[in-house]
């Protein structure tokens, strides 16, 4: 049995008890030792096809949903070029507004990701944000501590709301079963309303709108650099590496990677997955807490009711970009406040709206979501450039072959836009690009089929030039369509003549 | 799970003879109110039962789909929309469970064909279509709130019935409200007394067997997961053009979240997806209640003030009902992809 496992997993797996036990040797130690071994380790990891791997992945991933979301974009009418070019001029212009988004993003992402790494979901980390800013804006204003301290205590009270509200689901996920995406979500709707009540009546400050009065100045945490960043970014990268060593470093964190893996076997060894699921999902909110907290102390001064614009939900994205690593997750955290720092921009310049970045977003998520999709495309990658090396005469009309079925895939799709206003034809060109889409991957799979699947298309590209013909007696249009039908039958004949079957790729595997 | 049920069926008992005592104050509005509350459970429940039975299917199959909420969020869009272009609403029904379909199918390529993370997907999904139905509401209707209002699935009307006095309030019902009940049935008889039924169950069960008795566990898991897209589609269609006429920014509002906790509190059988459907549509109708009563009774304006605390009745009676349950018994290989044993 094949099982796919992140780096991470494949090196606990891989380790004996022996060797576990050395590493906590290690620790005793101290740190000068251990700081120079992990440095020694990167490097020689630095140069390693399984530490680029996952960003080479996370990286075809966003292009692959980037063109989806172009296409997507044109058909409401937008233009993707310009659309894209705002979105990288105001991520690039705007280094302090990207940190700015990146930060809360940071700290969430790492709480799903701590989560993750325990075989848990916390999907609410939404409502642990609520709870903890909302902890932190009362501490801000009703207490009264001298400067630096009260900050610091501010933020304390914003992951402990933020930890207890998760720590009640997994208590109940430990002890009662209670399926934790579940009860994380639904908590995350009681916590949303729950704030809001708390600032519309208890603490609410005289007004219109519902909101809590502002914190006391001696709780502000400092802006960094620009009119945006502040001091949250510095509290967020140290939960990076506070996560980073409980992971590598800790007995706890170990414990909880163990249970995640397979509960049972850690349960045979003797640690307690009950105690580790509920301590995750305290840790994970109180991740999540920090972040509204943080938030809340740096740019908002009060608690407003609903201020936040999906922290939470990206937060999931950022860890699942990420890999669950915290290294990832920052990496990740700010690649999304990039997207919202651009998506600001988007919307103003080329009138966009913001939510095509949530689009992007959740394409991104599902081609994530399947590591194999990219694995293929690696894989045939590589056997075809040994293939294209050993024997071209036969390599060269598959792979025109593939090559034709997508760029005739962004045709058909670039003339279902144009004739948008014609329904069938609209609709005949999306069949062809579709066809074609599928045609790309049957070839490129190399399918017995992928004779019938090439046919389909052509046949597709042969009704659509029909079809213009009949609806609009466009001359152009019809006879390039039409030539991408004989374009298609030429280059199945060559196919045929000079590599049938796929001839010699056999030994082509990487 | 017998313990729980009786527990939350006290809960509901307790509601409603708080609710007697205080409507005999003025008893020609009580029977009035008990049928508005019948009426109110049916439609609330509708969209959670038929998404709880889509999740049954994949879950049943092995295939975990959390991505329900995004799906019936994208029924509830495509339904409208349609119902928009076309006025005919029953072609919005339609287009609302195919798409709801379609985006279980990529749910199903990327679980069952590519193998991925049955969670992650399904939060994709989630992100997805709430990403896409707001920017096809601004794109469509210019607007970032509510589209206009459409063509709505006209309700069925029998008019004997108004005189009866409680039953009177379903009078007017709308038609997938029966429909859904027929559904109940029927996917009762499909998972238990068709050989379809039988290998669905077993493809999530225990795959190998199923394989070796040489069913194809993917075609298994394809169509488990494609069946619950097609139901959660109805269920967001009913929501948007059978309750409702308009759609509004992520008016699903979590019920696909507590669809997938009936789903689980109801044992993942037919009639348990039912029974949790509508208790907790009793409950969001129980709430809508408390709400108009504080409107119109001056004795219950001082919970005016707690509006707030009464919208969570149905988010916390779910966490209660959750952790209420003893034993649940999920299908054994849910959440896990098959792979076949290597050949070597």
Not at chain 1, 129 to 158: N, Q, T
Not at chain 1, 405 to 427: D, H
Not at chain 2, 5 to 14: E, G, P, Q, T, Y
Not at chain 2, 310 to 333: F, N
Request: proline share 4%.
């Amino acid at each position: 049995m094949k099982v796919k496992r992140t780096t991470d997993e494949r090196t606990l797996t891989s380790q004996s008890d022996a060797t576990v036990s050395e590493d906590l040797g290690v620790q005793r130690k101290g740190l000068p030792a251990e700081m120079r071994m992990s440095l020694v380790n990167l490097g020689n990891s630095m140069f390693t096809w399984a530490f680029w791997k996952p960003l080479m992945w996370a990286l075809v991933c966003i292009i692959i949903s980037i063109i989806i979301g172009a296409v997507i974009m044109m058909y409401s009418g937008y233009d993707p070029l310009s659309a894209y070019y705002w979105l990288m001029y105001g991520a690039l212009t705007q280094p302090d507004r990207v940190i700015f988004y990146g930060t809360p993003l940071i700290l969430t992402s790492l709480s799903v990701a701590l989560s993750f790494k325990c075989g848990l979901f916390n999907i609410g980390p939404e409502g642990q944000l609520f709870m903890g800013s909302m902890a932190a804006a009362l501490v801000g204003y009703l207490v009264a501590l001298p400067i630096i301290i009260h900050p610091i205590v501010c933020l304390a009270a914003g992951a402990i709301a933020g930890g207890l509200w998760a720590f009640l689901p997994g208590l109940l996920k430990a002890y009662r079963g209670a399926h934790e995406v579940v009860t994380t979500m639904m908590l995350s709707y009681v916590a949303i309303l729950f704030t809001s009540w708390l600032s519309s009546y208890p603490f609410k400050e005289p007004g219109w709108v519902s909101k809590t009065p502002l914190i006391d100045p001696t709780a502000i945490l400092p802006h960094l650099f620009g009119p945006y960043m502040h001091a949250g970014f510095i509290v967020a990268l140290l939960a990076v590496f506070g996560v980073y060593i409980l992971f590598k470093r800790t007995v706890l964190g170990y414990e909880m990677r163990a249970v995640g893996f397979n509960r049972d076997a850690a349960e045979t060894a003797g640690i307690n997955p009950r105690k580790n699921m509920a301590l995750a999902l305290g840790l994970s909110g109180g991740l999540a807490g920090l972040s509204g907290a943080g938030e809340i102390l740096g740019y908002h001064y009060r608690f407003v009711a609903n201020w936040s614009a999906g922290y939470g939900w990206d937060g999931i994205t950022a860890a699942v970009l990420g890999r669950n690593n915290p290294w990832g997750c920052l990496l990740a955290a700010i690649f999304l406040g990039a997207l919202r720092a651009g998506g600001n921009s988007m919307s103003i310049m080329a009138q966009v709206p913001a939510e095509m970045i949530g689009v992007v977003q959740g394409l991104i998520v599902l081609f994530v979501a399947a590591p194999r999709l990219i694995d293929w495309l690696a894989n045939s990658g590589v056997s075809y450039a040994i293939w294209l090396k050993k024997s071209p005469k036969n390599a060269i009309p598959w792979l025109t072959a593939a090559g034709y079925g997508i760029v005739g895939a962004f045709y058909a799709i670039g003339y279902s836009v144009i004739s948008i206003s014609i329904f069938p034809l609209s609709m005949m060109f999306l069949l062809t690009s579709i066809a074609g889409l599928l045609s790309f991957a049957m070839t490129f799979s190399r399918y017995q089929t992928s004779f019938a699947g090439h046919f389909f298309y052509v046949g597709c590209w042969l009704t659509a030039g029909i079809l213009v013909l009949a609806y609009t007696g466009s001359m152009a249009l019809a006879l390039s369509s039409l030539a991408m039908c004989a374009i298609g039958v030429v280059v199945w004949l060559l196919v045929i003549a000079l590599a049938p079957k796929g001839a010699g790729i056999r030994g082509c595997r990487p | 799970m017998r313990r729980a049920i009786l527990l939350l069926l006290a809960i509901v008992v307790i509601l409603v003879l708080a609710l007697l005592v205080v409507a005999l104050r003025s008893p020609p509005v009580i029977l009035l109110l008990l049928g508005w509350l019948l009426l109110t459970t049916l439609q609330n429940s509708t969209p959670l039962v038929l998404t709880a039975l889509g999740g049954m299917f994949s879950e049943r199959s092995g295939v975990v789909n959390i991505g329900l909420e995004g799906i019936m969020l994208m029924g509830a869009f495509s339904a409208v929309a349609t119902s928009w272009f076309t006025n005919d609403p029953w072609l919005g029904v339609l287009a609302g469970v195919l798409s709801g379909g379609l985006l279980a199918g990529v749910h199903a390529i990327v679980c069952v064909r590519l193998k991925g993370n049955q969670i992650v997907s399904g939060t994709g999904v989630i992100l997805f279509a709430s990403g896409f139905t707001t920017l096809m509401l601004w794109v469509i209707w210019g607007t970032k709130g509510t589209s206009d209002s459409v063509a709505r699935v006209p309700d069925l009307y029998f008019p004997g019935l108004e005189q009866i006095p409680i039953i009177g309030g379903i009078a007017r019902l709308s038609p997938i409200v029966y429909l859904m009940f027929v559904i109940v049935v029927v996917s009762w008889y499909v998972l238990y007394h068709t050989s379809f039924g039988l290998r669905l169950r077993a493809a999530g069960e225990d795959p190998s067997t199923l394989d070796s008795a040489g069913v194809s566990v993917d075609k298994m898991r394809f169509a488990g997961v494609i069946i619950s897209g097609l139901l959660g589609g109805l269920g967001g269609a009913y929501l948007s053009i059978g309750f409702e006429s308009q759609f509004g920014k992520l008016m699903t509002n979590g019920r696909g979240f507590i669809a997938l906790a009936a789903l689980i509190f109801g044992n993942w059988t037919p009639l348990g997806c039912l029974i949790a459907g509508v208790l907790f549509g009793f409950l969001t109708g129980f709430q809508y209640l408390v709400q108009i009563m504080t409107g119109i009774d001056p004795g219950f304006a001082w919970l005016g003030d707690y509006s707030y605390f009464i919208q969570m009745i149905p988010y916390v009676l779910v966490v209660v009902a959750l952790a209420g349950i003893r034993r649940s018994i999920p299908p054994k290989a849910v959440g896990t992809a098959y792979e076949k044993e290597a050949t070597a």
